[in-house]
């Protein structure tokens, strides 16, 4: 994976139209013509307390270069934490493409859609295809050959959330992945397009699996132990805070039960507070929580403002698809 990382970030040539084999500079010639990825590395934690989220998103750097994790609003009931390429730059434009900004939401689908075996909600979507209509040009500049496993996404988002008619607390992940093809030998010059978005629900479990702490990270093999595996394990530091603060004592123990649902938010948001310095070695993290029907507000904010959405679906009835698999009967 580091490697992938390192030869990532070297900038790439961008095809220009009836110029079909261009040489491909290397990162040191500076042409103004090339694209460079950003990429957001770190941790996304995620606790679903009695009534209410709460969000965490920590940063650790893949390379010199990189970016945090940004969070985004994506509409009135959901948030977005966006990891891997969330920003691209022209050296010559000081002004960089990101991912959360302009965003636009595609309207909503027709009501007599029938979704075929395997896919997504309608309403996620719609959200994944915005993201890939925006990520799809940038991709389609890419002309080197990147050391890339084919299973790791290129880009993804974390959605956080509630699903509309009292379905509750949902969380997802849409990835995005790559593939390649070479189309000029003499020149070593790839065509790269990137695959339709992979969608994968974490929260709810399945019923009657435990409910506890969520973590996840960007790259995936990021080393060091999750804050669940840590929790799980007894860490020493973490098991300490327990015996500051009795609350925290019922927080940890709710973890370890899988009932995180059962534990106040107050209790939880302090918690977090707490362990999140501990696991992330100093490094900046923001911390929010969500509330159904209420929007969500930060703990410990961001550097910068969250972008939204430029288009909201005000048409959207009640009743239309949630994000959230229906419980089983």
């Given at each position: 994976?580091t490697?992938?990382?390192?030869?990532?970030?070297?900038?790439v040539?961008?095809?220009?139209?009836?110029?079909?084999?261009p040489?491909?500079?290397s990162?040191?010639?500076?042409?103004?013509?090339?694209l460079?990825a950003?990429?957001?590395g770190g941790?996304?934690?995620?606790?679903?307390?009695?009534?209410?989220?709460?969000?965490?998103?920590?940063?650790q750097p893949?390379?010199?270069?990189?970016?945090?994790?940004?969070?985004?609003?994506?509409?009135?009931?959901?948030?977005?934490?966006?990891?891997?390429?969330?920003?691209?730059?022209?050296?010559?434009?000081?002004?960089?493409?990101?991912m959360?900004?302009?965003?636009?939401?595609?309207?909503?689908?027709?009501?007599?859609?029938?979704?075929?075996?395997?896919?997504?909600?309608?309403?996620?979507?719609?959200?994944?295809?915005a993201?890939?209509e925006?990520?799809r040009p940038?991709?389609?500049?890419?002309?080197?050959?990147l050391d890339?496993?084919?299973?790791?996404?290129?880009f993804q988002?974390v959605?956080?959330?509630?699903?509309?008619?009292?379905?509750?607390?949902?969380?997802?992940?849409?990835?995005?992945?790559?593939e390649?093809?070479?189309?000029?030998?003499?020149?070593?010059?790839?065509?790269?397009?990137?695959?339709?978005p992979?969608y994968?629900?974490?929260?709810?479990?399945?019923?009657?699996?435990?409910?506890?702490?969520?973590?996840?990270r960007?790259?995936?093999?990021?080393?060091?132990?999750t804050?669940?595996q840590l929790?799980?394990?007894?860490?020493?530091?973490?098991?300490?805070?327990?015996?500051?603060?009795?609350?925290?004592?019922?927080?940890?123990?709710?973890?370890?039960?899988?009932?995180?649902?059962?534990?106040?938010?107050?209790?939880?948001?302090d918690?977090?507070?707490?362990?999140?310095?501990?696991?992330?070695?100093?490094?900046?993290?923001?911390?929010?929580?969500m509330?159904?029907?209420g929007?969500?507000?930060?703990?410990v904010?961001?550097?910068e403002?969250?972008?939204?959405?430029?288009?909201?679906?005000?048409?959207?009835?009640?009743?239309?698809?949630?994000?959230?698999?229906?419980?089983?009967?």
């Amino acid at each position: 994976m580091t490697k992938f990382f390192h030869s990532f970030l070297l900038t790439v040539l961008l095809a220009s139209a009836g110029f079909c084999t261009p040489a491909v500079p290397s990162a040191q010639e500076g042409h103004e013509d090339e694209l460079v990825a950003n990429l957001a590395g770190g941790r996304v934690i995620v606790d679903v307390a009695r009534d209410s989220i709460i969000f965490a998103a920590l940063d650790q750097p893949v390379e010199r270069n990189s970016i945090p994790p940004r969070v985004m609003d994506l509409d009135t009931r959901h948030i977005g934490v966006l990891l891997g390429a969330s920003e691209w730059k022209y050296p010559s434009d000081p002004k960089p493409v990101r991912m959360d900004r302009d965003f636009q939401r595609a309207g909503s689908r027709d009501p007599h859609y029938e979704r075929a075996p395997g896919e997504a909600e309608p309403d996620l979507e719609i959200l994944g295809e915005a993201f890939l209509e925006k990520l799809r040009p940038l991709v389609a500049q890419l002309h080197h050959k990147l050391d890339f496993p084919p299973d790791e996404p290129l880009f993804q988002v974390v959605i956080i959330g509630y699903a509309p008619n009292n379905y509750g607390p949902e969380v997802w992940v849409v990835e995005y992945r790559i593939e390649q093809e070479q189309i000029a030998t003499r020149e070593e010059y790839w065509q790269t397009r990137v695959l339709r978005p992979r969608y994968t629900q974490l929260y709810p479990p399945e019923k009657h699996a435990p409910r506890t702490v969520l973590e996840i990270r960007y790259p995936a093999d990021a080393k060091g132990p999750t804050l669940p595996q840590l929790i799980e394990g007894n860490d020493p530091e973490i098991d300490h805070l327990g015996t500051r603060d009795p609350r925290f004592t019922k927080v940890l123990e709710s973890m370890r039960r899988g009932q995180t649902q059962k534990v106040a938010a107050v209790e939880s948001i302090d918690f977090m507070r707490a362990v999140l310095p501990l696991v992330n070695e100093g490094a900046h993290f923001i911390l929010g929580t969500m509330e159904e029907g209420g929007g969500f507000r930060w703990v410990v904010p961001p550097d910068e403002p969250v972008e939204k959405a430029e288009k909201q679906d005000k048409n959207r009835p009640p009743d239309a698809p949630t994000l959230m698999k229906r419980p089983n009967p």
